[in-house]
């Protein structure tokens, strides 16, 4: 048992850090992430658990996670995750050719089920949704879409389709896709958080009042400790999950939920604590702490664990 | 990484099982001098099969397991039933180890292999009236006359002190010293003429607790561990043994208390007929504490891989102490309203749900309070100033 990040491990998720503090920003966030797509593509970001000779790296889901826990702090495309998904399950189906060209960058929004029409998240340029249920996970041909509008996330944008409006072009049935999104949903949770725990220890560290950085006062050093816990849980446990997937663990769906559940509320806590150790600043559209509680929002969204779940007896002894 | 372990962590791991499947004993007696024999006999028969001091050097009489060994035998013991350490405690835990690290090699001999047969039991005399989370602020003094010291003053909150042969003590030797300065870590005879011991009672209704009085107590200046003077350090040096293992090992109980919890939530109705399982705020509750246990086991793999890998500790003992005992609270607040009026039957005495969950408080209080960690998460993590 070696639950640290292998040395390899680590060099790819330098390596994902130094490019994407190179080349997404915030500020490229707020204006939707317009041209960072093909970049992470070219960087191989969007086939990493795909098969070599579909033109993915062949990596674990542990080696994804790392690099989507960066991409995460960044508020990086969510049509990645669609992307990351979509991939391995057109090559399961077959249709190697598709799924590299879904590696190589051919824009995939993500679907949520929504009654008898889907809603369609980072759908900007995309011709193919992914749309990822409990038990079974489609890859969908999308007709051109009529109005693409805002989301609550200032990152991402949105459409809605009929559902008789698009056509399915590879579908797989069982959970194999959800634990895969549920994972890259958790590790863009764990990003967004870990963003949130240091923009606000900086703040702590910066602002002054009454003579003193508000980071020597409990009030605000404390919920910032509580930041760093819920980082420190949800990493340990997606890590874990994703490692339990990697080695066909007989729990590993509980453990994906427990990985899901963890990680989106770490995002939505400190997101909502980065607002409250920013002061006035928080509420504000200039200042960076709302685009960590909204994209938290948005999040929530991505197949939330089930409780069924999470409640269900284990195989495996504890 | 790998969650998966090898072949040889597989053997072992069967290896503990086995023994400890055919020698765990019954319950820990309830009364507290038969509860003290109990574990003298469990670590005597620890010794003699091989299994005590886990994380002890092997020159010292210790397995000197790995580190993934140590977890394996943590997750079997507790998944054994086996008792917890009880009046043992700070003997393994603490002196034991403070000595390993900082003891001459003559208090090594004498008192090292009496603690793991089982023979000794230690206390602790850390805290004091006026010294809680501030340590530093101990005033029990030692006046060093010739080759003994005569000690004066108080401690409190020490466990097993009423059954204890020796004591770690820690106080002020250098008269016109404050705070860290000054101060002497001492092995102190519990039997020595003008000790007294005063239990307290807890809210949970035991007295294990207690206040001790010294009155012109006699310590030869040879029990003392590390250098006159030098006491602080050698307290902190005891945190750098332990490398979060033994946490293990209420980890897997608090694990089984979950699924405790799941199964009679499962199976139990309220009083409008329905399981309470399917109350969704009772279900949430439950799902949460099942994702939290899990989560808390895979923060301790990481965190002993870590240290494995680097061959020195990570940051993160602080937020793992701080998130299992606010979690272990929460649980068993959850269990106190699931149990229902049936809680209103305590009394002093009891031991069971209600008894545990009064005691539970003790753990966000006791060695370094959540107040304390967070302060240490967010001036050692993050960076952040000092409050004072």
């Not at chain 2, 005691?359 to 000092?386: C, D, H, V, Y």
């Amino acid at each position: 048992m070696n639950f640290f990040p292998s040395s390899d491990e680590e060099e790819l998720r330098i390596a994902a850090e130094r490019y994407i503090s190179a080349n997404l920003s915030l500020q490229g966030a707020r204006a939707g992430n317009i041209d960072a797509r093909a970049g992470l593509a070219e960087m191989g970001f969007f086939g990493i658990t795909l098969d070599e000779a579909s033109g993915g790296l062949d990596l674990s889901h542990a080696a994804e996670l790392l690099v989507f826990a960066e991409m995460g702090r960044a508020l990086a495309p969510i049509g990645a995750i669609a992307s990351a998904v979509a991939a391995p399950l057109a090559a399961k189906a077959s249709n190697a050719a598709l799924a590299g060209e879904i590696a190589a960058g051919r824009p995939v929004a993500l679907a949520l089920a929504a009654g008898d029409r889907i809603r369609l998240l980072d759908p900007v340029g995309a011709d193919l949704a992914l749309l990822v249920e409990d038990d079974n996970a489609q890859l969908f041909a999308l007709p051109a879409l009529d109005a693409i509008n805002d989301s609550l996330d200032v990152t991402t944008r949105q459409a809605v389709v009929d559902r008789a409006a698009v056509s399915t072009l590879a579908s797989e049935q069982g959970g194999r896709a959800r634990n895969h999104l549920q994972i890259l949903a958790s590790a863009y949770a764990l990003g967004s958080a870990a963003a949130a725990r240091d923009l606000g220890a900086s703040y702590a560290l910066t602002r002054v009042q009454f003579g003193r950085p508000i980071g020597s006062f409990q009030g605000i050093k404390h919920p910032c400790a509580d930041m760093q816990v819920r980082c420190s849980v949800a990493l340990a446990q997606t890590c874990y999950a994703a490692c339990a997937v990697d080695g066909g663990h007989p729990d590993q769906d509980f453990l994906v939920a427990a990985a899901r559940k963890l990680a989106g509320n770490a995002a939505l806590e400190n997101g909502r604590t980065l607002i409250q150790v920013h002061g006035g600043m928080g509420m504000t559209d200039e200042c960076d702490a709302h685009l960590f509680l909204k994209r938290a929002h948005l999040l929530q969204f991505l197949l939330p664990s089930s409780r069924a779940t999470l409640l269900a007896d284990f195989r495996a002894a504890a | 990484m790998d969650i998966s372990f090898t072949v040889v962590e597989q053997q072992f791991r069967k290896q503990v099982r086995g023994w400890l499947r055919a020698n765990v004993p019954g319950e820990r007696p309830l009364e507290p001098v038969d509860a003290h024999g109990f574990d003298k006999a469990w670590q005597r028969k620890l010794f003699d099969a091989g299994w005590a001091g886990m994380n002890w050097p092997k020159e010292y009489g210790g397995r000197g397991l790995s580190l993934v060994e140590q977890i394996i035998w943590y997750e079997e013991y507790a998944a054994a039933g086996a008792p917890a350490v009880g009046s043992s405690f700070v003997g393994l835990n603490h002196g034991g180890p403070t000595l390993i690290l900082r003891g001459s090699e003559e208090q090594k001999r004498y008192h090292l292999p009496k603690i793991l047969r089982g023979e000794v039991t230690w206390c602790q005399g850390f805290s004091e009236p006026d010294a809680g989370s501030d340590l530093a602020g101990i005033r029990t003094q030692g006046r060093i006359e010739g080759d003994e010291m005569i000690v004066n003053g108080s401690k409190i909150w020490t466990s097993f002190a009423d059954v204890a042969d020796w004591q770690e003590l820690v106080l002020r030797t250098d008269p016109g010293s404050t705070r860290h300065k000054g101060l002497s870590w001492v092995i102190c005879d519990m039997r020595s003429p003008g000790i007294t011991i005063r239990p307290i009672r807890l809210m949970s209704g035991e007295h294990d607790f207690c206040e001790v009085f010294y009155d012109d107590v006699r310590i030869p200046l040879s029990n003392v561990v590390g250098a006159v003077n030098d006491g602080w350090s050698v307290a902190m040096s005891t945190l750098s043994f332990e490398r979060g293992t033994a946490n293990i090992y209420e980890q897997v109980k608090l694990q089984l208390r979950v699924e405790h919890l799941v199964k009679f939530a499962k199976s139990t109705r309220a009083l409008d007929g329905k399981l309470l399982i399917e109350d969704s705020v009772v279900a949430e509750q439950l799902a949460t504490h099942r994702a939290e246990v899990a989560a808390l086991r895979a923060m301790t793999y990481r965190s002993v891989s870590e240290f494995a890998q680097k061959g020195q500790p990570g940051n993160e003992a602080s937020v793992i102490r701080l998130f299992a005992t606010e979690l272990f609270k929460q649980i068993m607040a959850t269990e106190m309203e699931l149990r229902g009026a049936s809680t209103l039957d305590f009394s002093y005495g009891d031991k069971g749900l209600v008894h545990e969950y009064f005691r539970s408080f003790a753990a966000t209080i006791a060695a370094g309070a959540s107040q304390i960690q967070r302060n240490i998460i967010g001036e050692r993590m993050l960076g952040l100033p000092k409050s004072y």
